[in-house]
């Protein structure tokens, strides 16, 4: 069974730091891209970042700037480096591991780690 875990979520004030991981257990191989979404309560579940195989990163226009995306690709982990964190980026946090599975592009989440940002 496919297992991708997030850790690193926490309570920081404005303008603080932190760091979320999110590794995927050793039979699946995160190949095409991963990638962290967040959802605040009462809210949709929204793109954040993303790194694919070549190393390419996306960010959503909200936290471009303040967020950096990296991967291990040896230990099959993405990190999320998230700076000057705002009281809007309150939220719960997942991973996404994207990879080819019998010819179809499959996706694999976590649990989820919650952030929390005080004023």
């Known amino acids: 069974q496919v297992q991708v875990v997030e850790s690193g979520g926490g309570s920081v004030q404005a303008g603080g730091s932190l760091t979320l991981s999110c590794t995927a257990s050793?039979?699946?191989?995160?190949?095409?891209?991963m990638s962290w979404y967040r959802q605040a309560p009462g809210k949709e579940r929204d793109f954040v970042s993303s790194?694919?195989?070549?190393?390419?990163?996306t960010y959503a226009d909200s936290v471009k700037g303040r967020f950096t995306i990296s991967q291990d690709n040896a230990k099959n982990t993405v990190y999320l480096q998230m700076n000057n964190l705002k009281p809007e980026d309150t939220a719960m946090y997942y991973c996404?591991?994207?990879?080819?599975?019998?010819?179809?592009?499959?996706?694999?989440w976590g649990q989820g780690t919650q952030v929390t940002v005080s004023s």
């Open positions: 996404k591991c994207m990879t080819w599975v019998d010819d179809w592009l499959t996706g694999y």
């Open positions: 050793d039979n699946v191989i995160c190949d095409y891209e």
């Open positions: 790194i694919d195989s070549d190393a390419t990163t």
